[in-house]
């Protein structure tokens, strides 16, 4: 290591522990979720009008379907992501892997803000349109896992949980930026003005916001303990198989946790605006409302609750906030059938078990993998989990509603999901304090046996 360097190594997994470097570092891994949500979030606001400009006219229905199909692909090819750049992070580092997919996510999302539409250039408008949605879905796969080992691994081992909340506060801030700029584009621009060139704004706007984060991103070091990998020539060279020969369980277990997060997340912040002007009869613009003020909330309680596990553990802020959910949710759905204070009331209760969620997921996650596999773990689990039962939220309520003709269905549903995440945080051990150097990371044989203990 250079001399006068100000970061520590350390076998014992302090992380980083220059003020100056560890700010650094939270924000290079932040600012990747940031401009990965606020692309999600332009784009799907956007629908409307994207399916105007890249879809034939005669028929709008069609066009949008197939808006939201593109949508529903780029959650599918995630996981094909998630097993390129895990494995690739595990074996070349956090740092690269962080900058080549806010490279990737940002390059394509400014090539779509300058892609010509379907009166200009016909099919293959829509068809280069699904190929950067392809591309941007593929390196969203890497972004979680290289993002949440990196700030894991940077984390002051005291502050772990808060210092991996700001991803979760990064995500959120994104969401946010996004709702804000298309409110902007939607009230002081014409229809005709939207459709014309307004619709390309954000994504241009998303540019040099991933100019940034590269920046950031190629300027800092790599984590303590994957240097520590390499001081002690352990980067391992087929982390997934190592990882599905001697972790299966963890995988499982993160799986569970992180699908106790994805289905809430989408329910609360993204359909439950459409089930507020669809089954409650309330207007478009107080169901905005209440999301922004949702999200606002998380923003404030997130790293709160990151803190919190940080000084009483993981799994008491976990499991009592899957447990409240399992308590909550349907009665939450009763009540918001009460008239407009009922939803707030009841929205806002589920908002705040979602900040405790968010709040120690991902550091909980991060701290059951050995650093040999952990941005491999992290990355498949969230991914494949994402893929399942993030994306399918909005639709499937839709044709469980229909097919039942019950309003409720999201109460119950959050219910199954919540039983799965307490099962997952019941079966794992208290990791707060623990090191996230195991002994397979510091000797070059690998682990015979599934690895459960945290030093």
Same mark, same amino acid.
């Given at each position: 290591m250079p001399a006068g360097n100000t970061e520590v190594m350390s076998t014992e997994g302090e992380g980083v522990t220059d003020p100056v470097a560890l700010r650094r570092?939270?924000?290079?891994? +932040?600012?990747?979720?940031?401009?990965?949500w606020f692309d999600w979030a332009a784009y799907a606001y956007l629908a409307?009008?994207?399916? /105007? =400009?890249?879809?034939? +006219?005669? *028929?709008?229905?069609?066009?949008?379907? !197939?808006?939201?199909?593109? #949508?529903?692909?780029? #959650?599918?090819i995630r996981p094909v992501g998630a097993l390129v750049f895990g494995p690739l992070g595990d074996?070349?580092?956090?740092? &690269?892997?962080?900058?080549?997919?806010?490279? %990737? %996510? $940002?390059g394509a999302t400014l090539t779509i803000g300058l892609l010509p539409g379907y009166g200009v250039i016909g099919v293959a408008a829509p068809s280069l349109l699904v190929f950067l949605r392809l591309l941007q879905g593929f390196a969203a796969g890497g972004e979680f896992g290289s993002a949440a080992s990196f700030l894991a691994e940077s984390a002051p081992r005291r502050r772990r949980g808060f210092g991996v909340s700001w991803l979760?506060?990064? $995500?959120?801030?994104?969401?946010?930026?996004?709702?804000?700029?298309?409110?902007?584009?939607?009230?002081?621009?014409? *229809?005709?003005?939207?459709?014309?060139?307004g619709w390309r704004i954000p994504f241009l706007v998303s540019a040099p916001?991933?100019?940034?984060? #590269?920046?950031?991103?190629?300027?800092?070091? *790599? /984590?303590? @303990?994957? &240097?520590?990998? @390499? !001081?002690? *020539?352990?980067v391992p060279r087929t982390p997934v198989r190592e990882l599905l020969r $001697?972790?299966?369980?963890?995988?499982?277990?993160? !799986?569970?946790? %992180?699908t106790a997060m994805h289905v809430p997340f989408y329910t609360v912040l993204t359909y439950l605006v459409t089930y507020e002007t669809d089954h409650l009869g309330h207007s478009a613009g107080s169901a905005a409302l209440l999301s922004t003020v949702i999200s606002l909330l998380g923003l404030a309680l997130v790293p709160v609750f990151g803190v919190l596990s940080d000084r009483v553990g993981r799994k008491p802020v976990f499991v009592g906030a899957t447990a409240a959910l399992l308590v909550v949710a349907t009665p939450a759905f009763l009540l918001m059938r009460t008239g407009t204070a009922g939803t707030w009331i009841a929205a806002l209760l589920l908002g705040v078990i979602l900040a405790a969620i968010l709040g120690t997921y991902a550091v909980w996650s991060a701290e059951i993998f050995p650093t040999r596999t952990r941005q491999s773990g992290l990355s498949i689990s969230y991914n494949i989990t994402a893929a399942l039962f993030a994306g399918t939220v909005p639709y499937l309520m839709t044709v469980l509603i229909d097919a039942t003709g019950s309003t409720l269905i999201p109460g119950p549903y959050l219910m199954v999901v919540a039983v799965g995440g307490l099962v997952a945080a019941l079966s794992l051990p208290e990791t707060?304090?623990? $090191?996230?150097?195991?002994?397979?990371? =510091?000797?070059? !044989?690998?682990?015979?046996? &599934?690895?459960?203990? =945290?030093a």
């Open positions: 570092s939270v924000a290079a891994g +932040a600012v990747g979720v940031f401009v990965h409307g009008t994207v399916a /105007t =400009v890249f879809f034939p +006219a005669q *028929d709008r229905t069609t066009g949008l379907l !197939a808006v939201f199909g593109v #949508f529903a692909v780029s #959650f599918g074996r070349i580092g956090r740092k &690269r892997t962080l900058s080549l997919v806010i490279f %990737m %996510m $940002s979760e506060v990064g $995500s959120l801030l994104g969401f946010l930026a996004g709702s804000f700029v298309f409110l902007l584009l939607s009230t002081g621009l014409t *229809d005709d003005q939207l459709t014309s060139w916001l991933g100019v940034i984060g #590269f920046v950031i991103r190629n300027k800092i070091e *790599d /984590t303590p @303990e994957y &240097r520590a990998l @390499e !001081a002690n *020539d352990t $001697s972790h299966k369980k963890q995988m499982l277990q993160a !799986a569970g946790l %992180m707060v304090g623990s $090191s996230l150097l195991r002994p397979e990371d =510091v000797s070059d !044989a690998e682990p015979t046996t &599934r690895e459960n203990a =945290v």
